[in-house]
């Protein structure tokens, strides 16, 4: 069986209340949980483990492609 350093998952989250306990538990940043909530249904990707560099890359890559990316605050601010 093979792992994976990041813990790549999906989420799914059907109701406003199940995004934002999700993106509560990873620390989303305010800004970035207030910006999806209104997308109604989600599937997340979580990774745990990326550089802060990392992180902001692949969310302009995923916006780029009309996606939406949460980081946590820590990743927003270079100080993960």
Not at 23 to 42: F, N, W
Not at 55 to 65: G, N
Request: neutral net charge.
């Amino acid at each position: 069986m093979s792992t994976s350093r990041h813990n790549p998952r999906l989420l799914r989250c059907d109701t406003p209340e199940e995004l934002r306990a999700a993106l509560t538990a990873v620390h989303a940043d305010p800004d970035d949980l207030a910006a999806m909530l209104p997308q109604g249904r989600t599937v997340l990707l979580r990774l745990d483990g990326v550089s802060a560099p990392g992180a902001r890359v692949l969310r302009e890559h995923l916006r780029a492609r009309g996606a939406a990316a949460a980081l946590s605050a820590g990743a927003d601010r270079g100080d993960e």
